[in-house]
C-alpha cells in the first residue's frame, strides 16, 4: 500500500465530512473528532468503532474524553495515509 502526499490526501478529503489533514507519531494521518451528549454515548460509539475496525483489520487510534471522541488514521507499515486510511474513514 503506497504512502500518500498531503495533497493526495487533501484532494481525497473532500468528499469525507469533518477529516482533517494532520501528524501522528511523525508521519501523516487523518484525524476527526466526535461529540456526543454524554460519556456513555460516546463509549457506545467507541464499541461500534472497535467492531468496524476489527472486521476491516485497520485500527484507528482512539483519544476518549468525556464525551468528545477523537480518531487518528495512518497506516503504520507505510509510514502515513493510504487508500486504507480514507475508505475508514468514509466508514466511520
Known amino acids: 500500500m503506497n504512502k500518500m502526499t498531503p495533497e493526495e490526501i487533501e484532494t481525497a478529503l473532500k468528499p469525507i465530512a469533518d477529516w482533517q489533514l494532520t501528524e501522528a507519531d511523525g508521519a501523516?494521518?487523518?484525524?476527526r473528532v466526535f461529540r456526543f451528549d454524554d460519556f456513555v454515548q460516546a463509549i457506545a460509539f467507541v464499541n461500534k468503532v472497535a467492531e468496524r475496525a476489527e472486521t476491516a483489520g485497520h485500527h484507528p487510534d482512539i483519544h476518549i474524553h468525556y464525551n468528545r471522541v477523537r480518531l487518528v488514521l495512518s497506516t503504520h507499515d507505510a509510514g502515513g495515509v493510504t487508500s486504507k486510511d480514507l475508505k475508514m474513514a468514509a466508514a466511520l
Open 28 to 31: 501523516t494521518a487523518i484525524e
